[in-house]
């Protein structure tokens, strides 16, 4: 399912980092994604549950399942959400037969995979006519911060690199485009989802910091020990600013809402495919 996990192993500390990011994540990702009662949903890179159990809660009576390839990820989905069913398998070469699924919904896989069409050409097979998928992904060349923080950045730098070098690709989100079109879909959107923290919005800033802090923390397995000095410099940094006046924090992940056409002749129904052509 995905090139070599860049955060580490599936210990307590992951498991709590991703169940809280579950609830940044899902404030935003959610946004434009419609799942009816009874609709088969597939939460595809399910990983530990954090984001099934939050479908589960937003939406009503889904018939849900998740998928990912991480058999400890899904020890631990079992453990903590048991009433979510979860199988084990690639994405490129999913288990389901071609139709089965109203909707897929997706958070923060493509950037670790190397040949992302492939798995959005097998998430094409398995949604039903007119069904509809869901992706929210990365681009890390997009942080900006006000005050510049030089080794928050260079972390940054590190972890692209290192998903680089693990065949991912840290900054995804705009090229969803090209690679759903490559799938097979012709009418999906994607969008820009400008996430802009200030000190005027102390609750907001402490939770973008938290997300990034815990990520940074994170990687002391895949960066190596070499790394500790670094991440340590960048927690301590990102974190200080929350105690400062003026503070300006941009990140920008990208949504893409893709549909199965419904039948022949049914392709013009929304706008031609939108979004940077980079």
């Not at 631990?76 to 690639?90: D, I």
């Amino acid at each position: 399912m995905s090139a070599p996990y860049v955060h580490g192993g599936t210990d307590a500390r992951e498991v709590a980092r991703l169940e809280k990011q579950g609830d940044w994540t899902a404030a935003f990702a959610f946004d434009g994604f419609e799942a009816p009662p009874g609709a088969r949903v597939l939460d595809l890179a399910c990983g530990v549950g954090a984001m099934s159990a939050r479908l589960a809660r937003a939406f009503e009576r889904l018939r849900l399942v998740g998928l990912d390839l991480s058999a400890q990820q899904l020890a631990a989905c079992r453990r903590a959400h048991p009433e979510v069913p979860v199988l084990r398998a690639l994405a490129t070469c999913m288990p389901f037969a071609s139709g089965t699924f109203d909707r897929v919904f997706c958070s923060w896989l493509l950037e670790h995979v190397p040949r992302p069409t492939d798995v959005l050409r097998e998430v094409f097979r398995v949604l039903k006519p007119a069904g509809v998928c869901q992706f929210v992904e990365v681009d890390n060349w997009s942080l900006v911060t006000r005050p510049m923080l030089p080794a928050t950045h260079a972390l940054l730098r590190a972890l692209n690199a290192a998903q680089g070098r693990a065949l991912g690709d840290p900054a995804i989100g705009p090229r969803l485009f090209h690679h759903a079109r490559a799938a097979g879909f012709r009418r999906f959107t994607l969008e820009p989802v400008r996430l802009h923290a200030t000190s005027a919005q102390p609750a907001f800033l402490s939770a973008f910091i938290d997300e990034f802090a815990e990520i940074f923390e994170s990687l002391d397995e895949s960066l190596g020990p070499g790394s500790a000095p670094l991440i340590a410099e960048a927690v301590a940094e990102l974190r200080a600013v929350a105690r400062q006046a003026g503070v300006a924090l941009t990140y920008t992940p990208w949504r893409l809402r893709a549909e199965r056409p419904a039948g022949p002749g049914h392709a013009g129904a929304w706008p031609a495919g939108q979004g940077p052509a980079r």
